[in-house]
């Protein structure tokens, strides 16, 4: 029995004994017949009021969270903590733990949702707070030059290779997979992600794919719909390309400005900018007769220089030749696409983690929360087949959602292993962060991380918290939709991939300022120096990686 | 020992063959135990044996022990000489462990390919890193980017010099100004670049994006094109250091004897020709020292670039300094980063020591 479960019933009158005796009852009764079930129905239920309330913390339309309402969470959700740890076991422990500060989120909702749990078990937690664009290098570093200074460190799925593979993370306790009830998770995050030589490693806290959410407004309006001719949300490239020029010279529903269609951020973003090109590409791109879309997995050669890539680049292209973006979009990172152009209401649309979607509700920056849907990132008419070099138009479309960065998760570093109770605190914090409860709340309020269990998908918790229903099955659903696409793109975690998206997006620059004559040339340029990158880090260590990530070996 | 020296000389030392034999003794002995401590790591980091050596403190320790075998002997071997030489020789002894020592490591990964992802770690390779710098069109780009960037030190120059006549005149509220005037340079370029780069120019309500639209300018659009966006960078960067190089300029024109100007006056010069006569030619030693360290300062110049356009469009912006950051830490390339670092401190030498040159020659009195 759970300690929460158990403190919820002393709360309500009952006796330590009947607590006890119910208990047994309810194991027996669980045990003799399906009847048994009914009983079971005491946990379930308070698991069911536990998560309500903190559904409830901040409200939904309550403004965004505070420190206050982190560790009001983080509080709520010590019953697994307190079930493993004795109050005060790890006094004397300091831990540090390395994660990041993207708009204030990550290691700021760590903080609040850990200090309930350091106050329970005396370890002290240092934090090293990243901003997302340094966070490639300053692990990098500390592995090469052997001064990893951390003992948690929240990571993406993709640097598994950079560190899982070198002998840098502790292997997970059971006892942790227990606790954090690994199996309710999603099947793609499921090993062979969070794993390396079949030992697991990760807590896994978030799930990762780009969907794209699109403006209704722009819809309904009827001079919008006049001038494009659409009035459903645009399912192709194509379709979506063809919007974006047609808007040009329309205003915005919401703000009066001028109306822009699709954004594409035209500027790199520390590596990450690289993923909105894949979200184009990945349609053109990813097969669904092959794994492979970024390099050719015998040899390493890459892909994106084939006719599909080419396309994406194109496309890009062709509406900046349209002048179909918004001015100094040339300047626009990701971040600026997502927090400074479509939460604030330019554009109609555009592809991004599930947090655009949490945070349209939810944050107080955000203008379009009434006027957004979602659905799985665009497809496109045709697909690019590498094995025979020819397009190819399949019925309805080829849909290939990007699986980018597969969800940051809790790792804890051999640092943290020397001694046994440090070791312990170490995932228990990690556990704690990555609850079943807790994890329920970070998918509902803006937090930096999405939906990434199957337990996140239960719409009337959902509506019970405040959402309106449709929208949440819209937002979710285009989420479930992506995750169990049977095409998806899965991103390849092997050393150094984004120092392939780094220089990518600075020769994708180049293209895009007109400094190359074509598209074509632009993606050789790419291709020419992700083989420089290759040579450089190893060829053949890199094809093992690249075909062990696509499961393919 | 010369008259001179003797001058200066306050005990006579009467220095033994022994004590001498001595002093010479703990510096070979610390020297030998130095290098012998340095191999044997050498040796253990390269896998040929194992001492039980952890880290690289043990040589760190041994080289402190050199040099203070080193200090003392001087005191051993000659005297109040020797005490003369202890002013300088710890610093001088620092300055080598500070600068010198990484110097030569960094010239060592220079020429190394080290990628910190690879698996294999650091390989020498030669020549490679240069070829590639030789090829690589970012590079070359980046230092042409330099010079434009240099050349804008003449403007700022010009407007500095301007605003410090007009802080040296006799203006009402002179000092209210000339606090409000240096106030850009106490702020830091990152948050110059959030404040005015990302805010005053955002281009939907940004202040200075509406005030365009007012003007007539429908789109504005400040980091749009190459040309546009290199100005704007130009005119972040001035704006935080016009003070630096006005301040210095406002020391020298207040140095500068009342007598000079009023005997231009009384001679019948006009406010031009007193300038162009008088105070410009005076302030020439200042000038072009504002003006060099202005430009050390912009061939650092690097945080305006990364926050704001890290590098676009196209290049159109990035500097040295920006382009080894991306190399170096998205992208993990430390052996062609430094290299990289390395030939761009080569060519700053360079320019520097013709730059000094000309100074020189161009600020001797005219006869």
Known sequence: MKVGLYDQLMRRGATRRDVLKGAASMAALSAASAAGLGALAGPAMADEALRAQILQIPGVGAGSPTDADWQKVGELCLGATKASVKEGEFAGIELTFMGLNNQNLHNFLFRGFLKPWETYTGAKISWIDLAQADYNARLQQSIATGTVDFDILEMGAPFEGDTASKGLLDEMPDWVKTQVDMDDLVEYLKPPVGTWDGKTYRVTVDGDCHTLSFRKDYLTDSAISGATGMTTMPKTWQQMDEFSKKIKGQKDPLTGLPAFGFLDPLKGWGGFGFYFLEDRASAYAKHPSDPAWLFDPDTMKPRVNNPAWVQAIQDVMDLIAAGAYPADQINADPGTTAFQQFLAGTGAGLCWWGDVGSMARTSNTSVVGDVVEFSINPGSDRVYNSKTGEWETPEGGNFAPNMAFLGWGVYVTKRAAGDENKRKAAWSAAAHLGGKDLSLWTSAYPSGFQPYRKSHFNFDEWEKAGYDRAYIEDYLGSNADSYNHPNAAIEPRIPGIFQYYSVAEDELAKGYAGQYKSAQETADAIAAAWEKITDQIGRDSQIKLYKASLGMS | ?367
């Open chain 2, 1 to 367: 020992m010369s008259q001179g020296d003797l001058l200066h000389v306050v005990t006579e030392d009467d220095i033994s063959d022994s004590r001498r034999m001595f002093g010479h003794g703990i510096v070979w002995a610390s020297a030998l135990l130095l290098a012998g401590i340095a191999i044997a790591q050498y040796a253990q980091v390269s896998g040929y044996a194992d001492f039980g050596f952890q880290t690289w403190r043990p040589t760190l320790y041994a080289y402190i022990l050199w040099s203070v075998c080193l200090c003392w002997s001087k005191v051993l071997i000659y005297g109040e000489h020797g005490k003369r030489v202890l002013f300088v020789l710890p610093a001088a002894l620092f300055v080598v462990s500070l600068t010198v020592f990484p110097l030569l490591f960094g010239l060592i990964i220079a020429f190394s390919n080290w990628n910190l992802a690879s698996p294999l770690g650091r390989q020498f390779n030669g020549l490679d890193n240069v070829r590639q710098m030789w090829a690589d069109p970012f590079y070359w780009n980046a230092l042409l980017n330099m010079v434009w960037y240099t050349l804008a030190i003449f403007v700022e120059y010009a407007i500095a010099f301007g605003l410090a006549l007009l802080l040296n005149a006799d203006i009402k509220a002179r000092k209210f100004f000339r606090v409000a005037f240096l106030l850009p340079l106490m702020l830091s370029p990152v948050a110059v670049s959030w404040m005015i780069g990302k805010s005053m120019l955002e281009i939907r309500f940004g202040p200075i994006a509406r005030l365009a639209r007012w003007l007539g300018w429908e789109t504005p659009s400040f980091f749009g094109s190459p040309e546009i966006a290199r100005l704007i960078i130009m005119m972040l960067d001035a704006w935080t250091f016009i003070p630096f190089m006005m301040i210095m300029i406002l020391a020298g024109l207040q140095a500068i004897p009342k007598d000079l100007t009023e005997a231009a006056r009384v001679d019948g010069a006009g406010p031009w020709k007193t300038f162009w006569e008088i105070v410009f030619p005076l302030m020439l030693p200042v000038s072009i020292t504002a003006v060099m360290i202005r430009i050390i300062f912009k061939l650092k110049l690097a945080d305006i670039v990364i926050n704001l356009t890290a590098g676009g469009p196209g290049g159109a912006t990035d500097t040295v300094t920006s382009f080894i950051f991306r190399e170096y830490r998205d992208r993990s390339n430390v052996g062609y980063g430094t290299m990289l670092a390395m030939f761009y401190l080569v060519l700053i030498v360079i320019f520097m020591t013709i730059l000094m040159k000309l100074a020189d020659r161009f600020s001797r009195p005219r006869t």
